[in-house]
DNA sequence: CTGAAAGCGCTTACAG
DNA sequence: CTGAAAGCGCTTACAG
């Protein structure tokens, strides 16, 4: 025999009963109204451990008119979701925000091109009652506006500032950018190329345009870019891509630490050392930057807090607060073994 | 102004007043029931369509006494969940079978050691239908009896077949790692070292009963074991204590693709050559045995299809269908570079 | 095949 | 500070 999930549990009318009181009385001990006398508020709170009372989660979202549910849209096919730690850094800072609310979240991985109709439906469904989406890319119409739908909070500024709504977190991709390859410059680099990320999206462009601003600076050369998708195999593709290209390359700034992952495979495949050889930085400083032999040296943006911003952020949205539009946070250059 | 999620959302009862029926009847199309004359059923799509109804989800769940959500429970440190591709390509499977029902998944990361008082009270409080559990450890009593209470699929054999509850799907992890371990011996190799996973997990205890097994089957010494957690870097540690400890070490079985990629380069290390030196077998057939210099040979299990067969399998049972108590799928050696 | 009515378990003005 | 009552938007026997 299969049971049947939450079958016979107790309601609030039983616990009011059980209180001697009524039920608008048991809802306002649950909801932490402050006009209950201490003594009532015992009562009840007896019963409810007595009776190992939960509230009705679809009861409460009908009558309050919220579903005390947030979604995470994460337009992204699941094996990059789960191959990159920077998303992982994300939903780490997310829950553990979320742990201390009320809040459950609920996952929608949807694909990259544009949300599937169930993804909208969910969405504006009625089923959360606000939405953090992360990895957006140019050309999702639908995500970059559904700010205007509900409160929603996006992990990196918006592609198109005329239609995007909502707010955001975010580092300054291309001062962060600009400041690593300014460090490769001091170091006495002169050929630097790059692997750059997606181009539909915020992180791949402004990163690129960070490198571009410090060769300039420096009077360098800005011609070696190879495209790389922040997948590991894609940083080795263009690294093989940069190597078959330009045998004088001394460093190379890779857009995000998976990729520089798979562009330090590619350069050992050339017998070729790192640093000495070709300097390697790369951009996050997510696990993956120290799973290798060799450290990898990287700008450095603290996900886990960008992750647990966006979630407080929402919350303060959710209660009702005035927010700022958004919020930039700070990167460093962390100097490790590969450049 | 921020906008609130879903206001001022068209209710069925416009949707009736639209088509000139009931209330009933509109739930009736909705819920696909058979028998709605054909002209009605009609009226009252074109209705919907116009209005761009979607039921709402609370009154949904509060009137029929389902809530049309499954739980993914994953009793594991957000950093594992994301670092191993391994549950990349269960909760693919998993959304795959469920992207086609009008099911929502909703995923809970636990601790390891017993769920925080927020996973119970969301699983018992009637949030969910069902649950899908995957990675459960010794010692999670809760877990292992929450089939009791409610439709659940395991992802692994429960550990303590007595007190455990619930249908699941598995491979014969001690069947398969033989089996792999099998094909070492064929292959000559006499010194057979294994990292094993956690000892309180089945898949550890079965993959490192099945290395035993194929050993004594063939003769073979079976004291070379080294202690891993599934995890790269304690693949790495692992393999840097069996080399300390014995030099005549010819292959390794590691009970992961994930620590198998973590062995090889600690192997790397010691100056030593793969496959030449020192095989390696890994298991899984995650991409982790395809993300590095060398392809991985590995003992293949069909973690997507185990996702899918899991969602199937719960949607089953919520059905109210008759289904198996277990699922054991097929495995299979991958042969590669590595061994 | 269709509708009227009760009810799912809460919240929330409104009175007092 | 507390309670009676209406109502949230659906589903589901029950009649017909």
Redesign the pocket.
Known sequence: MIPTAGAG?????Q??AAA?????????V??G?????P???RAVQLAIEQLD????R???S?????TMAIALVVPEATARFFGDPYFAAIVQGITRELEASDYVLNLQLASPESPSDKTVRYLLGGNVDGALVVSHHTGDGFLASLGERMPVVFGGRPLDPATDSGCWVDVDNAAAAASGVAYLVERGHRRIATIAGPADMPAGIDRLEGWRRALRAADLRDDLVAQGDFTLPGGARAMRELLAREAEIDAVFVASDLMAVGALGAIRERGLRVPQDLAVLGFDDSPAALSGEIAITTVRQPSVEMGAEMARTLLRMLAGEDVPRSRIMPTEVVVRESA
Not at 33 to 37: A, F, L, M, N, R
Request: aromatic share 2%; no cysteine.
């Open positions: 549990a107790p309601t609030l009318e616990v009011a001697g009181v009524s039920r608008s009385t048991v809802s306002r649950v909801n109204s402050p006009k209950v006398s003594d009532v508020m009372y939960t509230p009705n679809a009861a409460r009908l009558a309050a008119r919220r």
